[in-house]
C-alpha cells in the first residue's frame, strides 16, 4: 500500500490517460473504417489522423478565439487596481457592513491579493509540472489506443474464464458510460459558455467574452466550478451597479433552472445516470485525493463504481419469485 501510495501520480497520469483512451478509441474505430480505395485506413493512421485533427481544431481555436479572450484579460488587470476601490466603496455601503464584515474587505482584499500574487508567481515550477504530465498522459494516450486490446484482453486473462464474460461485458457498459458523459460535458460546457457570452452582451457587463469562457471551461467541475466564476462575474458587474450584478444572477438562476430542467435530464442523465448527492461525493473524494485533476476525473470515475457496484455488489430482485403478498 505504501508503493502504491508514492507512486500515487504516475498512477492518476496513466488513469486519466485510460479515461482519454477509452473515449477516444470509438472515435479511431470510426475512422479507421473510412475506404481510400476501397481498403480501410489502418490503425496507426487513424491514430494520426485523429491527433492531427485535434491539433488543428485546437490552432484554429486558439488562432480565432484566443486573441479576443485575451484582450478582455489584458483589460481585466489593467483596469483591477482602478476599478477595485470603487468596489469595495460600494460593498461597504451595504446595510449591516460592518456586522457581516465588509468594512475592513478592503485591507482583506489587498492581503489576499499579495498572497494569490506570491502564490502565482512561487507556483510557476508547478504549472510546468503540470504541462509536462498532460503532455505525458497524452503520449500514453496514444500508446493506450493502439495497444489497449492486448492490454484489455491481458487483463481478462487475470480473471477465471468463467468470470471472464461477466466481466468484460460489464468494462462494456463503462466504457459506453464514460464516453457518452464526455461528450455530454462537452455540450454542457459550449452550451454554458455560448448562454454566458449572450447574457453578459445584453447587460453590458465587462470583459464578457473572457467571462463567458471561464464559465464554459469551469463548467467540467460540476457545482463548484460555475458557483466560483459567477461570484467573479457578479463582483465585476456590482463594481458598475449593484442592479447589474442582480441581473448577473438572474441571467445565471435561469440557466440553471434550464440546465436542471431540460439540458441536464437529456444530456447527462442517460449518459452517466448518478444523483446528484453521488456528484458532490464523488467531487470532495477526487479534489481530496488529487485537487483539480482529481475533480476533473471524479464524475467518470464515479460512473464506472456505480456501473461495477450494479452488476457485483446490487441485490437485483428475481423477477421469477412471486411476491409474498401474491
Known sequence: MGLFWKIRHVLGIVYVSGLLAVVLNPVV??????????????????????????????????????????????????????????????????????????????????????????????????????LLDVLTASILCVYFILEGQQVYDYFLSLVVPKSRVRLANTLLVAEERVSRWLIGQLILMLLVAIYSIIAFRILNVRYFLLLGVLMGLTNIIPVAGNLVTIILVTLIAAADS???????????????????????????????????VTVLISLLVGTAISGIPGALVAVPTAAIVVVFANEYLVQHEDPNRLSVLD
Open 29 to 130: 474505430m470510426k475512422i479507421s473504417r473510412v475506404q481510400i480505395r476501397g481498403r480501410s485506413m489502418p490503425k496507426p493512421f487513424a491514430v494520426v489522423a485523429l491527433v492531427v485533427g485535434i491539433a488543428l481544431g485546437l490552432f484554429l481555436l486558439f488562432w480565432f478565439g484566443l486573441p479576443p479572450v485575451l484582450n478582455d484579460f489584458r483589460n481585466f488587470l489593467s483596469d483591477a487596481p482602478g476599478r477595485l476601490p470603487v468596489l469595495m466603496a460600494r460593498l461597504q455601503r451595504i446595510p449591516m457592513a460592518d456586522k457581516i464584515g465588509l468594512t475592513h474587505l478592503n485591507d482583506r482584499l489587498a492581503s489576499t491579493m499579495e498572497t494569490f500574487a506570491g502564490y502565482v508567481f512561487s507556483s510557476l515550477p508547478l504549472w510546468a509540472e503540470h
Open 242 to 276: 449593484f442592479t447589474k450584478a442582480g441581473l448577473v444572477i438572474a441571467a445565471y438562476l435561469i440557466y440553471i433552472q434550464l440546465e436542471n430542467a431540460f439540458l441536464i435530464p437529456r444530456i447527462m442523465k442517460s449518459s452517466v445516470d448518478l444523483m446528484g
